[in-house]
């Protein structure tokens, strides 16, 4: 019989830990490295961006198929094969001496965070199962999870001072190993007999309608979105995700049950948890670029920039928590949401230097940190305990899923936002075909050097400040985009919550209908 120790518990907090460290660490570290990385390996912009999809693609295929395969053969067992494996994909990507494999290996980087993300929780509630040691462990979980997101841009700015762009992937191979021996002295293996079949049809549906979505936007300007090929493209992720409803209503325990969006509450929060990654996480990534090539900074500085946006999602959580329980989700998560819409306008208003663009930064940020602990605790706290994991893994896949088309969505609105200034900047000789090749070269954020490499590619004369502003054009549109965006989803997560009657009925309702069940 299996009995917990103080050293056993305290080993397995730690490895649990460093394991949600390492997966955050990967989605706000990287964005610092990217114009380093593109230099480094002559990729170019939209080969950056696949970087960071790559990740997130790969998180959201396995993220629904983790939770089965570890009740059904271990959540221990998966739970090192997934950090042996996230490792070995750390250790490829900062060997990658192109640009194809460092896309290859972030891919299988994705398959093996993601995977290991999912087992966290399972062996935590697993292993403290104390009430008030249970509420310790998961507290301090909480705590240290979101360390890797908030201090992952001056972790990955220090890396690169201290060493190379290389370390941000390599950093990871020691401290795969060293939670491999932490989880493997320390964690009881456990199973789940009555787990359910691994749902591959629904799987396979969901991910090739986000890759073909994300593909369409990302390869579309140069496809041309009304081309045979970008059309084709398209009409595959609308199939792919029909034949995913279609499967998932046929399912007697579906991956995703669609009757639970009928709760107020829960679709409320939904709504909130997309609207996060449609403005504040997929900007994360541009951000960087814009105080490497539009501000001119250098790595160290960008990294503490950074942290204006990222720190207040530690420091806000708990303040947030007290606010959700004294005046109700349904009002606090709109909230949150509009103060990050409010932080995305004061950037656009100060966009032109480091001094006015922080101030936008900071509220922004606070506005995540009011909405990110309400949003969860509101999905998992609307439902019945033994869906609780299915409405976390339909959280997740729904941040994941945005997250990932949004960093393509933005990038298309800045390649446009460069293109404008452009046009109206540039004679009537030059084409469309060759404008959009101009604002490509430009987006990519690497301005060093890029008047000559204009004047020589694109034999056009332009100066560096002409560039830069066409650039800051660029922001300026993405950031519009996000303030609106969350603006409008924040309108529609209120009016989805409704009265407070209504959502404390919808709760009330859905329980007791799963207890006549």
Partial sequence: MFVPTPYRQTAVLIAVCLA???FHLEISSVPVALPTIETALQGDFETMQWVMNAYTIACTTVLMATGALADRYGRKRVFLLSLAFFGTASLSCGLAQSASLLLISRFLQGLGGGAMMI????????Q????????????IWGLVFGVGLGLGPLVGSALIALANWRWIFLVHVPLSILTVLLASGGVEESHNDGAARLDLPGILTLSLAVLSLTYFITRGQHLGFTSIMALSVLLIAAISFTGFMFVESK???????FSVLSIRPLSGALVGSIAMNVS?????????????????YGDETVGICMLAYTLPTLIVPPLAERLSYRYHPRLIIPLGLFTIGLGFFLMKQGSATWLTILPGCLVAGVGLG????????TITGSITPDK????????????????????????????????????????????ARQLDALAGAIASGNLADIDQTIATTFKIDLSVDVIRTALVQGFDWV??????GVWLLATLSLMVFGSAAKAVEAVGNHRGDDIQK
């Fill in 388 to 431: 609780g994991g299915m409405a976390s893994g339909i959280d997740m896949s729904a941040r994941l899923i945005t997250f990932a088309i949004h960093i393509a969505v933005m990038g298309l609105i800045l390649l446009k936002g460069i293109a404008s200034y452009l046009r109206n900047t540039l004679p009537p000789s030059v084409d």
């Fill in 119 to 126: 087992c966290q929780i399972a062996i935590l509630s697993h």
């Fill in 128 to 139: 403290f199962q104390a009430g008030r040691e249970r509420g310790r462990a998961f507290a």
């Fill in 20 to 22: 949600g460290v390492m």
């Fill in 370 to 377: 009011i909405t990110n602990t309400p949003v969860t605790s």
């Fill in 251 to 257: 399912l007697t325990y579906p991956m995703f049950d």
């Fill in 280 to 296: 504040f996480w997929p900007f994360n990534i541009y951000l960087p670029m814009y105080f490497h090539s539009a501000l001119g």
């Fill in 479 to 484: 950031m519009l985009y996000g303030g609106i």
